[in-house]
């Protein structure tokens, strides 16, 4: 079988198409959610916190040198990479739980299983027991 022949069936399997529109659509929340932070939610946060800009805020490690920038550690940034973080797990968990709760709405209850069967020699022997017991009483 060729390279290429191989490769296509692996491709055009259900679970690899699936995967690939999973992390497309995936990266195009995450790009929703990152705007949704930094546009709507991170501003209003920052006016209660004093006007505060959350990309903004860095530590200067060390005075810029001529013609460089300064080395800065950037933690408003990382802040508002957690806020993102936490909003895409978050709507993550829902719709899991929302799945699941499909899941197991469309199952049906586990039916007690049947007792298994009884060999003829054990059937014959509770027979006798049940028949010497109906003659005592």
């Keep these: 079988m060729s390279f290429l022949k191989e490769f296509k069936e692996f491709a055009m399997r259900g679970n690899v198409m699936d995967l690939a529109v999973g992390v497309i659509i995936g990266a195009s929340f995450g790009k929703i959610v990152s705007s949704l932070v930094a546009d709507v939610i991170m501003p209003p946060v920052g006016m209660l916190l004093g ?5 903004s805020l ?3 490690l060390a005075a810029p ?3 460089m920038k300064s080395a800065t550690l950037n933690y408003g940034n990382f802040i508002q990479t957690l ?3 936490t909003i895409v797990a978050f709507a993550i968990f829902l719709m899991v739980k929302g799945i699941n709760a499909l899941k197991r709405r469309g199952e ?3 039916e007690p299983a049947a007792p298994p069967p009884v060999p003829p ?8 027991r049940d028949l010497l017991k109906a003659r005592q009483a």
């Design 51 to 55: 006007g505060v800009d959350f990309t």
């Design 58 to 60: 860095k530590l200067t």
């Design 65 to 67: 040198i001529e013609g």
């Design 83 to 85: 806020v993102d973080f």
């Design 108 to 110: 049906k209850p586990e």
């Design 121 to 128: 020699d054990v059937a014959l022997l509770t027979e006798i």
